[in-house]
């Protein structure tokens, strides 16, 4: 292996992991930190190591969580925008796009006449019409403008 935190960042996985290549009579090698699991020390370091990855992981998704929750806090626009809105003059409220509105409209009303994800999307292409990324519009991109948003976003 050529580096012990591309395996993994849970000590919990690591230490199976272990446990399985020791019972198999398989060492784990690291080349860039120079470790052998075949023996005791080996073990302990990597398990160390193991460690200060996980730690890693989780200290960087607190700082995130901590700096997401601190721009919402400020009024400040957080993730992605979602469809049907854009970014206004000012750089952080968003405001309703006028095209990207009447697709959702046409979609909703498609819906509503029971038309199939794929049928929607066959139509909106048919109009025309592209998504955001002006790609042809396919069945996921409509089921993902349907689902509900997930919480914990803005």
Known sequence: MAKLDRLTRSVKDLCSLLEVFE???VALISVAESLDTGSAAGRLVITIMGAVSQ?????IGERTRDAMRHKRSNGERVGNIAYGFRLAADRKQLEPDPHEQAVLAAIRELR????TLRGIAAELNARGWRTRRASAWRLEHVARILSPPRRGRS
């Open 55 to 59: 730690w890693e992981r989780e200290a």
């Open 112 to 115: 509503s006449n029971r038309c």
């Open 23 to 25: 019972k198999r009579g």
